[in-house]
C-alpha cells in the first residue's frame, strides 16, 4: 500500500493520505455524473491531498477537472486504467483493468468512441503498447506532460513520437 505523509499547518502532526489506485464501486464521475463502473474503459481516478478519491468516467472527464480548482486540495496522485494490445476502439467493455500512474502512461487520439463522451482518449502504461495499438489504429501518441498541458476539449498540438 502506497501511503504519502503530509506535513500539518503546524508541521508538528502528521496524516497519512492513501495514494493507491481504489478499484471501480458505484461512484458517479466527478465530473458528468455518470456511474465510472457502467462506462467503456479507460477510466481515470484523483487522488487529493485531502485524502478524497475521485473517479472519472474517462481521460477527458479527468483532464477537464484537473483544470478546475478543488476545493479538495493538491492533487497527489493521477490514475488512469491500462490498455491492453489487443484493445478493439469499438469495444465497449467496462471490465476493471490495471491502474497506472497518469504520468508514466501514454495516451492515444484521434478516434471515434460512440459511447464516450468529451475527447475520446485511449490510456496504456506500456509504451511499446502505447505504440503498437496507435500505429495499427492510425493514432496521435503523447506522453502524460502534453496531454496534462493542452485543453482538456482539445488534442494535444504536438505528438510525443515522431
Do not use: N
Request: glycine share 8%.
Amino acid at each position: 500500500m502506497l501511503l504519502l505523509a503530509l506535513a500539518c499547518s503546524t508541521g508538528s502532526e502528521q496524516a497519512s493520505v492513501e495514494v493507491e489506485a481504489k478499484p471501480l464501486t458505484g461512484a458517479g464521475c466527478a465530473v458528468c455524473g455518470m456511474f465510472v463502473a457502467e462506462q467503456p474503459s479507460p477510466r481515470a481516478q484523483l487522488v487529493y491531498g485531502d485524502g478524497t478519491h475521485v473517479h472519472f468516467c474517462g481521460v477527458g472527464d479527468l483532464r477537464a477537472s484537473l483544470q478546475a480548482p478543488s476545493p479538495q486540495g493538491e492533487v497527489l496522485q493521477a490514475w488512469v486504467e491500462a490498455l491492453p494490445a489487443d484493445f478493439d476502439v469499438a469495444a465497449d467493455s467496462t471490465a476493471a483493468l490495471p491502474w497506472v500512474p497518469a504520468e508514466s502512461a501514454w495516451f492515444a487520439f484521434g478516434m471515434e468512441r460512440p459511447l464516450v463522451m468529451g475527447l475520446p482518449a485511449l490510456s496504456f502504461g506500456d509504451e511499446a503498447v502505447a505504440r503498437q495499438v496507435a500505429t495499427r489504429l492510425g493514432l496521435e501518441l503523447h506522453a502524460w506532460e502534453s496531454v496534462q498541458a493542452s485543453p482538456f476539449d482539445q488534442i494535444p498540438p504536438v505528438p510525443s513520437t515522431p
